[in-house]
């Protein structure tokens, strides 16, 4: 199934780090082209030399999911350059846990700007393309915290990834048959994702709980496996965890 990733174009938001560098590493590898798009451009410069010069196909656009003008000129720059998009990973995230007691509404604000609206900006971009071709991929990440409420501390995290579950649930049904949705729900991934929690008591027990993680290029496998199914194969939701993880 490795030709149905071969020559794909595919858009990846968050790809300056973790998930999103594995996977735009992974797919490249496979044939694909991967645009990217993230904040920091001398790390999309680096990912995106690192590709080419094995061989690979990959440009980048520094892009800051809250900004849907940016999101848009992601993905107007894919199709300018290589005259389609058949994938779009709506990856950007980010995780700052703590009580609700704490009362921290600007992270609300955050996650609820990157986690919810950056996957809304990508969907917005990406649908009209995928509705004239007639083709077309969604991948959007959520979370195991998206199944089941992260608690303590997590609760709007949780919130803003269960909101990403029913879009991509709702889009599914809206624009179907052409256009296939899939949802990745990861439990602890190695990733910078740990990194975003800035309340002292929970980030020792976040940094305790991701003790168990897997690394990013599972989820990337897992990504790729989405997308090499044959067009009539819409894979809709994949979780994936640590095998030692309950949560």
Do not use: C
């Not at 599972?218 to 939701?237: C, G, T, Y």
């Amino acid at each position: 199934m490795e030709n149905n990733i071969k020559n794909k174009v595919v858009v990846i938001t968050g790809a300056s780090s973790g998930l999103g560098e594995e996977t735009a590493k992974y797919l490249a590898e496979k044939g694909a082209i991967v645009v990217l798009g993230a904040r920091r451009a001398d790390k999309l410069e680096q990912i995106v030399n690192d590709i080419n010069a094995k061989g690979g196909t990959a440009l980048y656009q520094v892009t800051d999911v809250t900004s849907k003008v940016q999101v848009q000129a992601l993905v107007d720059i894919a199709v300018t350059t290589y005259g389609k998009i058949d994938v779009l990973i709506n990856n950007a995230g980010i995780m700052p846990i703590a009580p609700m007691a704490e009362v921290r509404t600007d992270e609300w604000d955050s996650m609820i700007d990157i986690n919810i609206k950056g996957v809304l900006y990508g969907i917005a971009a990406a649908l009209p393309i995928f509705q004239k071709q007639e083709t077309g991929h969604f991948i959007n990440l959520g979370s195991v915290a998206g199944i089941k409420v992260f608690s303590p501390g997590g609760t709007v995290y949780s919130g803003t990834k269960y909101a990403v579950r029913a879009i991509s649930d709702g889009l599914r049904h809206e624009v179907g048959r052409n256009i296939r949705t899939t949802t990745i729900e990861p439990g602890a991934i190695d990733s910078e994702l740990k990194l975003s929690t800035n309340h002292q008591e929970s980030a020792v027990g976040v940094n305790e709980f991701y003790k168990l993680a897997i690394p990013a290029s599972s989820v990337a496998r897992a990504i790729a496996f989405a997308i090499e199914q044959p067009a009539d194969v819409d894979i809709n939701e994949i979780v994936i965890r640590p095998t030692i993880q309950d949560f």
